[in-house]
Every structure is written in C-alpha cells, then in structure tokens.
C-alpha cells in the first residue's frame, strides 16, 4: 500500500479551479517532487496534504486512513516552509522542543527526543546556540529537526531553498538528498525549479493548471516527455514542428516542417498523419564543420551558425538550417582550450541518433 494516496482531489477557488482532478500515490521512503510553473497548483496541493486546505472533492489518504475531517495538528505530517520560520529568541534544542511541548509530550521525555533528532541532523554541537549564530544551511536543518521531532510519516517542503543563492542552494540540495536518505523519511518537495526537481527526487509529478502533465522518474522526464509542455519545461529542448510520414516496428519517419524528413522512436499512437513535435535536446545534436555520414542510425542536417554563447563549461551554438528553422547545439569546452570550435556563419553539420529525438504528439 502506498504511504500517500491522492484520489481524484479537485480545489476550486470561486470559478477558478486550481487543483483539477489529481490522482497520485507516494511510496514510503521517497523524495517526492510536486514541479510546475507558477500558478499550477503545487501549493495548493501541499496545503491539502497538510489539512491547511480542504479538497472540494476526491480523497486523500495517508497510511490507508482518510484524512477528510482530521486537523492538521493531528495529521502524521508537518512542514518545512520557505522561511524556515525558527523562533528567533529560542535556542536550537528549544526551537526543536517546542513542538513537543504543544503536543504535550512529558517534559522529561523532551530533551531524549531533542537530542536524538539532533544527532538525525548532525547538530548536536548546536543545541545552545540562537538561530542568528548558524549558518543558512544549519539553520535549514533546524527546520527540518524540528519538523522530524514529532516522528511524522510525511514531511512536506513548500520551495525550502529559493530564497538562496546559486551555490549555497547547490549545498543544501546535496544536505536534503543526504538527510533524507538518513532519516528514511518520506518527502513531498514543492518546487518550480526544473534542475533541483531532477538533481533531488526518486520521482516528478509536472503539474500544468491544476493537472499532472507527467508522473515520472527525472530521466524519464527529461529524456521522454510526455508533451510539448513538458518538454520546454524541464532543461532546453528544441521542439520541431513535425508530421508521421511512416511508421514502422522500432522506427517512424517525420517530416519536421520546412526542414526534412527524420527518423525517430514510435510513440504509442502514433498513425501517418498524425502531428506533433519532435523534441531534442542541445546536448544529443553532434556539431561538426562536416560529420561522417553513412550511418543509418543518424539523422543529417546542413547549417550555418546564427549565434555562439560562451557559458565556460559548453558554448552553446544556434544553427540556422536551410529553410530559417533555429536549433540550438551545445559543445563542452573541456580539453580543446579552446572557447569557441565555430563563429557566427560558419557552414556546419548536425547530426543525431535518431532515437534521441522523442517524438510528442500534439
Ligand atoms: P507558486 O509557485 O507561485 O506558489 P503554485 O503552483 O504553488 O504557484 P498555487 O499557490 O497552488 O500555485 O495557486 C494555484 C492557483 O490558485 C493560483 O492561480 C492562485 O492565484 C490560486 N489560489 C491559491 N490560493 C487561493 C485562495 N486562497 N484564493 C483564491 N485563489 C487562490
């Protein structure tokens, strides 16, 4: 059985309906990622779980137990929020404490309790110190102690790092990954950052106006997007306007509009005359001032560089194919010493594996 089971929850806002018919199950022990833009309805789901919100309609069920009607206070369930909301004039351990004292726990059982949750987080040192004497990610995982001190089945985070810079989020999402593979806890992260939903979860549910677009592991997502949606949401994707021309078992042809004819995977449905994007990532696309060809595996197109990005690591390059179509390559710049293989108008050559290019019908 499932640890969380959503069954068909609709939330509407007056005439507005932000959670739309939303059937999904978390297992036990899984980072869990709830991935949309703003406004799709991430939080507003979050807040059902937590019982801060009730559902117009359908159910939720946690450990089989259906959770119509209990409070949030009695909810195995807390949440991390943005701000981490820590007591300010309260030490670490009292932070920590305080959870148990509304839940009325016996006051000697509470510093055994605290202490254990500290040694979770691997701050036992910083019992006595305030919340202004820790660093940003110490204070994320006092947060999160006292969000485990109460032993919840479930942890709910609502966007815990986008207050951060760059590099100190990147840090925190390697402690996240690591606490919760210590703590055996199961987590539902709300996030509309596409690279932390990838870097941390067992699976993503891509939500798009109150619906899930796709429910996936993150390289299912990435690499088999189940729309055109989904593929411009998650990474840089090049979405080609194609048609079936052939379908046969293992491989289909697609004419991409204007450019040629391609070959990709069948996608299940697919029939001649059917319409739909080719989407394909920079990273697959081979760049070459002229490529090997004879490869049956590959697909082969004539361009000229438009643009060259320069970002360290890889510069990106976007060609211009015959017809005007713009698609953009990448190169890592690793070994060569060399910035840039190609400048603005450079006649070149792209080819890619044709099962690279995953074909989403409109
Ligand atoms: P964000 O990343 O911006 O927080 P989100 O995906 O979490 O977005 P929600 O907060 O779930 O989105 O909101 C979904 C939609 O429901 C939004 O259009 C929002 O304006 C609307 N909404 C949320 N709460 C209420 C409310 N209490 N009353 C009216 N509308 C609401």
Redesign the pocket.
């Known amino acids: 059985m499932a640890l969380l089971e959503i069954r068909d929850v609709v939330?509407t806002?007056?005439d507005?309906t932000?959670?739309n018919h939303v059937s999904l199950a978390v297992e036990a022990g899984e980072f869990f990622t709830?991935l949309?833009?703003?406004?799709?309805?991430?939080?507003?789901?979050?807040?059902m779980l937590a019982g801060f919100?009730q559902p117009d309609s359908g159910e939720i069920l946690l450990d089989g137990k259906n959770m119509a009607g209990v409070p949030p206070e009695k909810r195995p369930v807390h949440t991390v929020f943005q701000s981490y909301a820590l007591f300010p004039h309260m030490t670490v351990a009292q932070n920590i404490a305080f959870p148990l004292k509304m839940a009325g726990v016996a006051s000697a059982e509470i510093p055994k309790r605290v202490d254990e949750v500290l040694e979770d987080v691997r701050l036992q040192q910083f019992a006595r110190r305030y919340p202004h004497e820790l660093s940003g990610g110490q204070r994320q995982r006092v947060a999160i102690a006292r969000a485990l001190v109460n032993r919840p089945r479930l942890l709910l985070l609502?966007?815990p790092l986008s207050a951060l810079d760059a590099k100190l989020r990147e840090q925190m999402q390697i402690e996240l990954i690591n606490l919760q593979k210590e703590v055996g806890i199961t987590f539902v992260y709300?996030t509309?950052d596409q690279g932390e939903a990838l870097a941390l979860s067992h699976r993503i549910a891509v939500?798009s106006q109150?619906q899930v677009e796709q429910l996936d592991a993150p390289e299912t997502i990435y690499s088999y997007p189940k729309s055109r949606f989904v593929a411009d949401f998650i990474g840089q994707c090049n979405l080609l306007d194609a048609t079936i021309t052939e379908v046969q078992p293992g491989r289909m042809k697609v004419e991409i509009e204007g450019v040629g004819t391609a070959e990709a995977l069948p996608v299940a449905g697919a029939q001649v005359g059917g319409k739909g994007t080719l989407t394909l990532r920079p990273e697959k696309i081979k760049l070459g001032a002229t490529l090997p060809q004879g490869n049956a595996d590959e697909v082969h197109f004539k361009g000229r560089v438009h643009d060259c990005l320069y970002l360290g690591d890889v510069t990106i390059y976007i060609v211009e194919l015959d017809n005007g179509t713009l698609v953009e390559t990448m190169l890592p710049n690793s070994g060569s010493g060399k910035a840039k293989f190609f400048d603005d108008n450079d006649l070149v050559e792209l080819a890619w594996r044709f099962d690279a290019g995953h074909f989403v019908l409109a």
């Open positions: 939330k806002f007056g507005f932000a959670v709830l949309g833009p703003s406004g799709c309805g991430k939080t507003t789901l979050l807040r919100e609502d966007e709300v509309h939500m109150g």
